[in-house]
């Protein structure tokens, strides 16, 4: 069981890798910064190196959603069962949805369906939840901030000049995105696994081992490596069209709101954090700069999320239960 429990948290952080992969790379290949191998590769060597810095994400998540008493192996199965259909369904659609929304949806209805509504430690939970409705509105404005900022600076420079000069910087921000992706969203999988470990009695306290960072790091650089180009053309194409230079504002006003937040342990949603600032970067052009039926679709996927990655976990847990026992 719990083999089997460690195996479906790697298969979330594959798919979370390819799930994901639009949030580093897809602005520089909208923009032609990088070809499409080059991308990946560099994504997928930043993911597995962000992944192996730090463990406070991680601890946020194993610890913070419930007490340990309520955790079993067949809890963290259910919930990361939750987490990854949802995002197979998100991703099916092409929607950038948040594989931290479904994770955390994931351990809430498993935790419920396991031991009711009062086992969640809601003081945690507001922490997380504060923390990923914050990060969104933080990128809207950092990145609306950062733009006006270089316009009003090279406004006397040729738009090519600029964009040709913008265009080798991007490399830079989309590798520093890369980096970021990996300290926040395969820390999750490690808090999961970690939690598994400790409900077994492999571990007596809550303490992140080295093999659970390697491997983690590795199924989140693998599934990078993958590619998810569905959401990469929504990302990337569809919802804005960017120059280098936005490309540029997007990945650096991203990368520094997310490392900031994983630096204090807080989870935010890489999928949020660089739509929400595509959305600001989009918002100094004009306000028909943004495909509005787009941004109408990834707000319903986020709202959704959580409460839908919760009833699949639920049902997950209701639906294993008779077979492989609480």
């Not at 994901?20 to 191998?37: F, V």
């Not at 949806?105 to 923390?131: C, E, N, T």
């Not at 809550?206 to 180009?229: D, E, H, S």
């Not at 929400?276 to 990834?298: D, F, H, P, Y």
Request: with cysteine.
């Amino acid at each position: 069981m719990l083999g089997l429990v460690i195996f479906a948290a790697l298969a979330f952080d594959y798919i979370n890798g390819f799930h994901d992969t639009a949030n580093a790379i897809a602005t520089c290949i909208s923009t032609r910064a990088l070809s499409i191998r080059s991308a990946i590769i560099m994504a997928a060597t930043l993911n597995f190196a962000g992944a192996m810095i730090s463990t406070k994400v991680a601890g946020t998540i194993g610890k913070e959603i419930v007490d340990a008493s309520h955790i079993t192996q067949m809890v963290v199965l259910a919930a990361v069962a939750g987490a990854i259909i949802w995002d197979l369904i998100t991703w099916y659609y092409g929607l950038p949805s948040s594989s931290s929304h479904a994770i955390i949806g994931g351990i809430m209805g498993a935790v419920i369906a396991h031991d009711g509504v009062a086992a969640l430690h809601w003081g945690g939970l507001r922490k997380i939840i504060l923390a990923l409705l914050i990060s969104p509105v933080l990128g809207t404005i950092v990145g609306f901030i950062i733009m006006l900022g270089i316009m009003w600076a090279f406004h006397v420079k040729a738009p090519p000049n600029l964009n040709r000069n913008f265009r080798k910087l991007q490399v830079v921000s989309a590798a520093f995105m890369a980096f970021s992706h990996g300290t926040a969203d395969a820390q999750k999988s490690m808090g999961v696994i970690t939690m598994a470990l400790v409900s077994y009695g492999t571990l007596q306290s809550f303490v992140v081992p080295v093999w659970v960072k390697m491997a983690c790091a590795i199924a989140m650089a693998c599934g990078t490596a993958a590619g998810g180009w569905r959401i990469i053309k929504t990302v990337g194409h569809d919802f804005v069209k960017l120059t280098p230079v936005n490309g540029f504002v997007v990945e650096t006003a991203s990368a520094g709101v997310i490392l900031g937040a994983s630096a204090f342990g807080m989870p935010t949603s890489t999928t949020h954090v660089i739509t929400s600032t595509i959305l600001g970067v989009g918002l100094t052009k004009r306000l028909t700069a943004v495909n509005w039926k787009i941004a109408g679709r990834i707000v319903i996927a986020w709202v959704l999320t959580i409460p839908a990655s919760g009833v699949v976990s639920f049902l997950a847990y209701d639906i294993l239960t008779p077979f492989l026992g609480k």
